[in-house]
């Protein structure tokens, strides 16, 4: 139960994260939507900006052609003018119809070019403050433009990252939520199946009261009828006055010592690794040692520390014989369990280690203040940590007497025991809490103390990951003592309640007393065992007496073989490693043999090169190396023969069975030949299963390996697709806006040429009429 509120409350924990996270998400996400609505309204407004642009440019050019026109226009105007003039000149004498005449078109001509001079200065100015005032907007919005990609890049990036870590943690929520699903329908299930055998148990006890009710009232009847003498005023003067023993309260007490056993697993555990990563951090800071030693008070310390295993690990130990000292035949109250005296011994031990540890301790929390990158913080951190290892060592010394009151429990005057263990048991459950209470503490200074430890300067990774490992070993010491008081105070009941004390009085139970009433226990056990046996019938005396040594000398040769069976193991186990060491030399051999024949044949072709007159000295070489090796390999085989036989099973060391034996020696030979086939399908089993599993193993993590590369590759590619996808889209953008401006520009230049080719024309008319109107004149004047 404790584990399942355990998980309901991790849960609710994690649920109540999941909306936080989930409601931070939906702000961050409208966020996100809102810079891309603004970058998407920056972008229109930029593109309608490039349009306006090449729409000014497209003016800009058809006004600078209409200027070139216009200029040239002036140009031929001035040389008609000038050629006008000097015809004018040339015709002074002949009359002053004509000079008025064309000194007033000469005025007509200079009042045109000034306007169009001044008009082409106009539009010259305005062009340039077009010019300007478009380059600025065009800047600033370029610089906007390149900040909202910034920002809305960095949004993105956060947006990603939120992303990421939000559905890591949706996953597991999720693998968490369906877990928690599975279990807690096994718990329905467990609990239906639970209602079913209560209600079971009800019925039966129902009958077994009702059965119960009618023995009870039957045995008073006997009672009153055939037992008079039963004493009911001096109960201590009852020669019936004898202590039942408890069933269920045996039951209950090794439960509850067992639940107890995994608590202090887990506090052991913890005590274990806050000394270790203790240790280990007195020599990485405030001096490395790697780099340059330590102070000697360190130096004690850390040895001090490296000691810890030799004061924990025996509590583990002792509890667990503490545990296994209760069962269902034995009186558990604290007068009879002795081994809560060993227990006491090694806490108080224990105990005492801490008190040597503890000067050592606030001396170094001290040399760290003394650092010249101590902060007042850390100072004032370290002062509380100081404080808290105080407290702590001061609340395992109270432990420790509550214990050894435990088991040296007080009596009377008169000899009878004093029930005063409640208020020890209580003071020890207050005490488990204060322990709790000192250690949480603890966590919190040292917490906060590495938070402003990742600030120094000199601060290493290796100090951060040793500091993260000790304030894991603080928090697991914290959640041990937490379960650890709250399961002695939800069973202080049971351990202030006396289970066992005779009828009518309420005295504790003394070690003499337990062992009369399990002595009783087992006689009447054993009774009720024989008259539910059927009885066998009478042995004369003396066929008992040939059974009785036929019983010995059987128990002997029981005896004799059960030594004789370990002998033959040992034997086995020699000759297994007998066996590999042979294969080894075996192997050796084939290796030395490969080498030989390497040599020999490098040797034969030597020789076959060599002279005609060295072959027979070769084939001697050869002969004789053939002989040595046939030699080497002929006692291998034999030894072989000698040491290994074959079977349907496999290959197994054998010892020469002598022939002609006796009884005894083929019973010993065939448990022999028994036991040695039992243990070689047992070791080809094994060796099957172990390869099976290797094998699976290297396989899962060939598959979990290929699914992690196949996920990075799906990744790669959805992002390779999504950028392809907006390249997509900003050049079709692209090419839509060029499309459009180009299609802009031919309607404004074919204007522009319509409307050029009108003015030409009208030009022209002029020019032509001009030209008629100074023929017809000169013909007047020539006429005259």
């Known amino acids: 139960m404790a584990n399942v509120t355990d998980l309901q409350t991790k849960y609710s924990r994690l649920a109540q994260e999941y909306s936080k996270l989930r409601a931070q998400n939906q702000v961050l996400k409208k966020a996100v939507v809102d810079e891309q609505a ?15 642009l090449r729409k000014q440019e497209q003016e800009m050019d058809s006004l600078s052609f209409r200027n070139q026109q216009l200029a040239k226009r002036v140009e031929l105007l001035q040389e008609e003018l000038a050629a006008n003039e000097a015809k004018s000149k040339r015709g002074k004498n002949k009359g002053d119809s004509p000079s008025h005449h064309g000194g007033r078109t000469q005025s007509v001509f200079d009042e045109d070019l000034q306007k169009k001079i001044e008009e082409n200065e106009r ?8 010019d300007e005032q478009h380059k600025k907007e065009e800047a600033e919005m370029r610089s906007r433009l390149e900040e909202l990609e910034r920002s809305s890049q960095h949004h993105q990036a956060v947006v990603d990252g939120l992303t990421a870590k939000y559905s890591e943690t949706i996953e597991r929520l999720q693998s968490d939520k369906a877990r928690l699903e599975v279990k807690t329908q096994t718990l329905e299930r467990e609990g239906k199946d639970c209602r079913l055998r209560a209600e079971e148990c009800q019925q039966q006890l129902r009958r077994c009261q009702s059965e119960l009710n009618r023995q009870l009232k039957q045995s008073s009847s006997v009672i009153q009828e055939k037992v008079p003498f039963n004493d009911t005023q001096f109960s201590d003067y009852n020669s019936l006055n004898v202590p039942s023993h408890n069933r269920r309260h045996q039951l209950k007490a090794r439960d509850l010592a067992g639940q107890a056993f995994s608590f202090i697993q887990d506090l052991v555990a913890g005590l274990l690794n806050f000394h270790s990563y203790t240790e280990q951090r007195v020599h990485i800071y405030p001096l490395d040692s790697s780099i340059e030693s330590i102070s000697p008070l360190n130096q004690k310390f850390s040895q001090y520390l490296h000691e810890n295993a030799v004061y924990v690990r025996p509590l583990e130990e002792s509890f667990l014989q503490l545990h296994q000292s209760i069962t269902e035949d034995t009186v558990t109250v604290l007068e009879t369990v002795d081994k809560l005296k060993n227990l006491c011994d090694i806490f108080s031990t224990y105990c005492r280690f801490l008190q040597k540890l503890l ?22 951190k370290n002062r509380e940590l100081q404080n808290d290892v105080k407290r702590v060592t001061l609340v395992f010394d109270k432990l420790q007497n509550y214990i050894s009151l435990l088991t040296f429990p007080s009596f009377r005057q008169d000899g009878m025991p004093q029930s005063n263990t409640s208020a020890v048991f209580t003071q020890l459950s207050a005490c488990l809490h204060s322990l709790h209470d000192a250690v949480k503490e603890m966590s919190k200074h040292y917490n906060q103390k590495a938070s402003l430890e990742q600030d120094l300067p000199t601060a290493t990774e290796k100090l951060f990951t040793t500091t993260e490992c000790l304030l894991g070993s603080l928090g697991s010491l914290t959640s041990s003592t937490g379960k650890l008081a709250t399961f002695f105070s939800n069973n202080l009941d049971f351990f202030t309640s006396s289970g066992y004390g005779p009828r009518g009085n309420t005295v504790a139970l003394n070690p003499l007393q337990a062992e009369i009433m399990l002595s009783n226990k087992k006689k009447a056990a054993s009774y009720i065992q024989a008259l539910k046996r059927p009885r066998p019938q009478s042995v004369p005396y003396r066929e008992a007496l040939a059974n009785r040594r036929i019983l010995t000398s059987s128990t002997e040769s029981r005896e004799g073989l059960t030594q004789q069976v370990q002998q033959s193991q040992e034997k086995i186990a020699r000759l297994e490693q007998e066996k590999e060491h042979w294969l080894l030399e075996a192997q050796l051999g084939k290796v030395r043999l490969e080498k030989e024949n390497q040599r020999i044949s490098d040797l034969e072709a030597q020789l076959a090169m060599a002279l005609g007159e060295g072959r027979n000295s070769q084939t001697t070489v050869v002969s004789s190396l053939t002989q040595n090796h046939e030699e080497v390999e002929t006692p291998l085989k034999t030894t072989a023969k000698e040491t290994m036989c ?14 002609h034996v006796g009884d005894e020696e083929s019973r010993e030979q065939l448990i022999k030949t028994h036991y040695m086939t039992r243990v070689g399908e047992l070791t080809t089993q094994l060796q099957v299963s172990d390869s099976k599993a290797v094998h699976f193993h290297s396989e899962c993590r060939a598959l979990a390996k290929r699914l992690a590369i196949a996920e990075k590759s799906r990744e790669t590619i959805v992002e390779e697709m999504k950028r392809a996808s907006q390249n997509i889209t900003h050049l079709q953008d692209e090419l839509s806006t060029t499309k459009r401006s180009y299609e802009d520009q031919l309607s404004m230049m074919s204007d522009h040429l319509c409307s050029m080719n009108e003015t030409l024309s009208k030009q022209k008319e002029e020019i032509d009429t001009l030209k008629l109107g100074s023929k017809a004149n000169a013909k007047k004047n020539k006429g005259r």
């Open 123 to 130: 539009l010259h100015i305005q062009f340039y403050e077009a």
């Open 359 to 380: 000067p050592y301790q606030l001396k170094s929390l001290e040399e760290e203040c003394q650092t010249p990158l101590c902060t007042p913080a850390l100072t004032l």
């Open 38 to 52: 603004n970058s998407a309204s920056l972008k229109e407004q930029l593109k309608q900006r490039d349009q306006s």
């Open 646 to 659: 074959t079977s349907l099973v496999g290959m197994l060391c054998t010892v020469p069975v002598v022939e």
